[in-house]
């Protein structure tokens, strides 16, 4: 999920255009993993339903009620856009190395994912991206101009909305399992998360075949939609910094507000319908989810026109470093937050709130061991591996 066609060392200050536009994606791409954080967490910490539905379980707390809406309308999908935006640009500064190159690129990164899903986590996003990003790599390597790129991004993502509201239409109440979860469901969930074992991988699989159906149907048009987007940004140069920090600042904020307008409405209808399975998440979720893409530009956006100030520059050198690092990071989240809440036990011991205390240390670790590691080495070790894998298994 980052530039590997040219060789990275420890951060250096922008001393040519080059070396900032790299510095630029790194830092935007450290920002996406570090916020992702904020709602894999509760991904961690909750059962499954509890993503999506603060009411799987009756009517949440004040707290867990008012902290859900918080992170619905400043971070649920904003950052998962902003990856697949960035994906996209990875895409494009990829696309001109061979077909079978990029192909072995994507399959590596689907088998990681794959063992990620089915041993490690269910919120695995890399099969799901490696995925979409053949479609959107097919796509890109045979378009040439960046209107055009453009114009089919939008259309697939368009696509993608539309087939979730015509799911709404087949859906009624009565399949509103995962939604609402029955007490014995969540006792299973329960169990197998804690006891791990064979019971936790079946479980896991059949999740992970799930998902994949979903993206297949539905979820993969708009992460391709998004991804054609990030390419496009590139080829303008927007993801590239040619443009003026007071015009990123402007669109920042004016995509940001957009976002609140969508947003606001449809999460005071989630909570006036009750969390109807249908209302709530099917037909709310369209526009929803539109906010949440028009709300990882507008943080693209904004951290283009404030955070490569020279006042932040220290920030901006670690978020890069989280960003070379991508990988690695993502995983050793999972393995902090799997040893936390499943070997430990915390998992369902604390609220929503409580488990946002412990973000602030996991991105200190993910800063740490990025600059660190850096000092002394030129890629993560996840990083290492994937591109010696790739140009081994590449058809020259």
């Given amino acids: 999920m980052r530039d590997n066609t040219r060789p990275t060392t420890s951060f250096i200050p922008p001393e040519t255009s080059s070396v900032r536009r790299i510095s630029q994606l790194d830092s935007a791409r450290g920002f996406a993993l570090l916020g992702i954080l904020i709602l894999n967490i509760g991904g961690f910490g909750l059962p499954k339903a509890a993503y999506m539905n603060p009411a799987y379980a ?6 867990d009620g008012v902290t859900w809406s918080i992170l619905s309308v400043l971070a649920q999908g904003a950052f998962l856009a902003m990856f697949a935006i960035l994906f996209g640009a990875a895409l494009q500064l990829l696309h001109k190395r061979s077909v079978s190159w990029n192909i072995s690129r994507l399959f590596w990164l689907a088998l990681l ?23 959107a790599l097919l796509i890109i390597r045979s378009t040439s101009s960046v209107s ?7 259309l697939l993502y368009t696509i993608g909305l539309a087939i979730l509201l015509w799911f709404g239409l087949l859906t009624d109440n009565s399949m509103s399992g995962d939604w609402f979860p029955s007490a014995k469901s969540l006792v299973i969930e329960t169990e197998w998360k ?8 079946q479980a896991r699989f059949v999740m992970m075949q799930g998902i994949q159906l979903s993206v297949i149907l539905q979820f ?6 998004l991804m054609l987007l990030g390419a496009a940004l590139m080829r303008t140069g927007w993801l590239k910094g040619q443009r003026t920090s007071a015009q990123y600042r402007r669109q920042g904020w004016i995509l940001f507000l957009i976002s609140l307008l969508i947003h606001f409405p449809v999460l005071l209808l989630q909570w006036h319908c009750n969390w109807d399975f249908v209302i709530a998440g099917y037909y709310l979720q369209v526009p929803k989810e539109l906010s949440s893409a028009i709300q990882g530009l507008a943080y693209l956006a904004l951290w283009y026109g404030y955070g490569q100030g020279i006042k932040i520059s220290a920030v901006a050198h670690c978020l890069a470093s989280v960003g070379r690092m991508t990988l690695t990071n993502y995983l050793l989240q999972t393995l902090i937050c799997t040893t936390l809440f499943y070997h430990f036990g915390w998992y369902q011991k604390l609220d929503r709130l409580s488990l946002l205390a412990f973000v602030p240390t996991i991105w200190c670790i ?16 996840v990083e290492w591996l994937w591109r010696r894998l790739t140009d081994r298994t590449a058809i020259r």
Avoid: C
């Fill in 58 to 63: 009756g009517m949440p707390s004040m707290s």
């Fill in 194 to 201: 804690l006891v791990g074992g064979e019971a936790a991988r």
């Fill in 113 to 135: 994912g794959f063992f990620h899903s089915v041993y490690l986590w269910d919120g695995d996003i890399l099969l799901t991206y490696s995925i979409a990003g053949l479609g």
């Fill in 366 to 381: 993910n800063i740490a061991v990025s600059v660190l590691w850096l000092k002394f080495f030129r890629q993560g070790p």
């Fill in 148 to 154: 055009g790129l453009m114009r089919t991004g939008i």
């Fill in 220 to 225: 993969g048009w708009e992460l391709i939609g």
